[in-house]
């Protein structure tokens, strides 16, 4: 949880997507809105029985929102979209353990992927989706730049690697206090890797 309460916020993303099997790289902008959630959390509940995961299990989790484009867009194409996490450690090591979600990145659907906390303090996700596999990592480089890198695995081996740089631009209000319309993005930035 504390590496989702020190991300709440609003970051600006600067990002290069490596296309390995074609040898070309594609730049992106987005904006990324997070917000922590506690335990008690009505939504972190609600994802709890979407995946049939005992609520009480929950340590909390983030709301995430996005709203991006990509160099290569193609005019209908929007990087738009929302999701809730819930972080439900093992037992044993809270330092891992399920990440559960309402949607993924790859594929829009409810999704339960391994996180872990590595011995530098990153995160990192790893989610098996039907078709594909992702593995993400964040990392603050300091309070206000976190970076992030994710790869891509398509069944049938066509890869993509990602670096993102994503610099906060405004703090998540304190509690009790108003949000101005500019803080949460009324839509929600999609990438095949992530927020």
């Not at 997507?17 to 040898?23: D, G, K, M």
């Not at 990509?70 to 738009?80: S, V």
């Not at 993005?185 to 095949?192: D, G, L, V």
Request: charged share 25%.
């Amino acid at each position: 949880m504390e590496f989702f309460q020190q991300s709440s916020g609003q970051w600006r993303s600067q990002r290069t997507t490596h296309h390995l099997a074609f040898r070309r790289a594609e730049i992106g902008n987005s904006e990324i809105f997070v917000e922590a959630l506690g335990a008690d959390h009505p939504k972190i509940k609600e994802i709890c029985q979407l995946h049939e995961v005992d609520p009480n299990l929950a340590i909390g989790g983030a709301f995430v929102s996005w709203d991006g484009s990509m160099a290569w867009d193609k005019e209908d194409e929007n990087h738009q979209g929302n999701t809730i996490f819930a972080l439900i450690p093992d037992s044993d090591n809270p330092r891992q353990g399920m990440l559960l979600r309402e949607r993924g990145y790859a594929e829009i659907v409810p999704i339960a992927g391994r996180y872990h906390i590595d011995d530098q303090e990153a995160l990192v996700l790893i989610t098996e989706y039907d078709t594909m596999s992702t593995i993400e990592r964040f990392w603050f480089a300091d309070p206000n730049l976190r970076l992030r890198t994710s790869t891509v695995q398509r069944f049938g081996g066509f890869n993509t690697a990602t670096f993102c740089a994503e610099m906060r631009t405004k703090e998540t209000p304190e509690e009790g206090q108003e949000s101005d319309e500019n803080t949460q993005p009324q839509n929600a930035f999609h990438s095949i890797t992530g927020w």
